[in-house]
């Protein structure tokens, strides 16, 4: 069966409304950290299981959330952590490594896994894009990433 994963980091504690209307029908969604407060997770989980990491802005309410979490969705194995420096050596056993910190939308392969930092789609900081991800996963298990882009004024 199809299915879509909303993939996103560095909400710093602002949910913009064009992100929740792609949360609709999603499968679950992935948060990178840094989410900031704790209704940021209530709103999100009103759409779809949400599988989330702490960010290093995360602070007291946050510290049950793990710092690294391995998942799958739809067939998909996941490792997610806020910074990409905390990526383990050797790498773990995952399709896709997610991770988020530096609110730059970042993809590309490293020996066969997909690395993928979702930019942020919180508070825009560093005059930076506004951005998450969009996972397309097929019925054969193969996936294609939408980058999503909010026009900013």
Not at 76 to 104: C, E, L, N, Q, Y
Request: overall charge negative; glycine content about 6%.
């Amino acid at each position: 069966m199809s299915a879509t994963i909303a993939i996103i980091s560095d909400t710093h504690g602002l949910l913009r409304p064009e992100v929740l209307a792609h949360l609709t029908g999603v499968t679950c969604i992935l948060h990178a950290g840094d989410i900031a407060a704790p209704d940021v997770l209530t709103t999100l989980e009103q759409y779809a299981p949400v599988h989330v990491v702490r960010g290093n802005n995360d602070k007291e309410w946050a510290e049950h959330i793990p710092m690294t979490l391995t998942v799958e969705a739809a067939g998909v194995r996941f490792f997610m952590t806020h910074k990409k420096r905390d990526i383990p050596v050797p790498m773990p056993d995952a399709d896709v490594i997610v991770f988020g910190h530096s609110h730059k939308y970042a993809e590309f392969d490293v020996k066969g896994r997909l690395f993928l930092n979702p930019g942020s789609c919180g508070k825009r900081r560093f005059d930076q894009e506004i951005t998450f991800a969009m996972m397309h996963v097929a019925d054969d298990g193969t996936f294609t990433v939408e980058k999503i882009t909010i026009p900013h004024e």
